[in-house]
Nanobody
Framework: QVQLVESGGGLVQPGGSLRLSCAAS????????VGWFRQAPGKERERVSC????????VYEDSVKGRFTISRDNAKNTVYLQMNSLNPEDTAVYYC????????????????WGQGTQVTVSS
């Protein structure tokens, strides 16, 4: 059974940091590109970052570039998102997703999704 399970979300003050984790099981994790997406209330789900299966190619959206870092540990079947300098605009449910092949920006291109973890940035 395929599973992606996110953790690490929570409430943080502006300027703070969080580290999200996504544990994968049920598929050949190291053959898949993995992405982090987010969805704020009333907005469409958007990609935040993506990492190739090898870990050599990373993609960041402009809104998080320089603040977020994606990484993966294929031995642990886990992908991480280190989020620094958080601001209220980062408030959203964060999802991890996986697809065979290269990173893509559209949500429909991803094969597997987690259930999401809430990140709230507020003072």
């Amino acid at each position: 059974q395929v599973q992606l399970v996110e953790s690490g979300g929570g409430l943080v003050q502006p300027g703070g940091s969080l580290r999200l984790s996504c544990a994968a099981s049920g598929f050949t994790f190291d053959a898949y590109a993995v992405g982090w997406f987010r969805q704020a209330p009333g907005k469409e789900r958007e990609r935040v970052s993506c990492l190739s299966s090898s870990g050599r190619i990373t993609v960041y959206e402009d809104s998080v570039k320089g603040r977020f870092t994606i990484s993966r540990d294929n031995a642990k079947n886990t992908v991480y998102l280190q989020m620094n300098s958080l601001n209220p605009e980062d408030t959203a449910v964060y999802y991890c997703a996986a697809r065979i092949g290269y990173c893509q920006v559209v949500t429909g291109a991803y094969d597997y999704w987690g259930q999401g973890t809430q990140v709230t940035v507020s003072s």
